[in-house]
């Protein structure tokens, strides 16, 4: 769900919430808060962000994005792990130890709080928000996109 314009804090946004998904997006809120305090929550993209970095590609294109987000969806809740080692995007190396869910290059889905393994997402949000600090979110060469 993207959030109405009127929505611009993380406690507007989650309060806005349908009560089951209001108990997901808090417990994994507050995962994300105590994994990852260097990165303060805000709203971006009609959803929770914790922390922004900025980017530039290759052909000129550049913005600001968050390392970490959540969104309550349609049909599931998105987890977006947003960096990158060597190895490849966070959520992709690690989505065989995440539990029930569903993962893209940094997002991971999941319906019940239960099919995600939250230690496994904690270590993967604290791991980025240790790869920021660093200024490391992405290796030189990885192709972001």
Not at 46 to 59: D, L, Q
Request: hydrophobic share 40%.
């Amino acid at each position: 769900m993207k959030a109405s314009s009127s929505i611009t804090t993380p406690k507007q946004y989650i309060e806005s919430l349908p009560d089951d998904r209001r108990e997901i997006i808090q417990a994994v809120y507050d995962m994300v808060c105590k994994a990852a305090p260097e990165l303060k929550p805000h709203i971006m993209s009609g959803m929770i962000g914790f922390g922004t970095y900025h980017y530039k590609y290759a052909s000129g294109r550049e913005g600001d994005w968050m390392i970490i987000g959540l969104a309550s969806q349609k049909n599931y809740v998105s987890l977006y792990v947003c960096c990158a080692t060597p190895q490849g995007y966070l959520a992709e190396v690690h989505k065989d130890r995440l539990g029930k869910v569903s993962v893209g290059k940094s997002c991971i889905r999941f319906k019940k709080l239960e099919d995600l393994n939250f230690k496994v997402a904690a270590e993967l949000v604290a791991e980025s928000a240790k790869l920021y600090e660093a200024g490391k979110l992405f290796p030189d060469d990885f192709a972001v996109g």
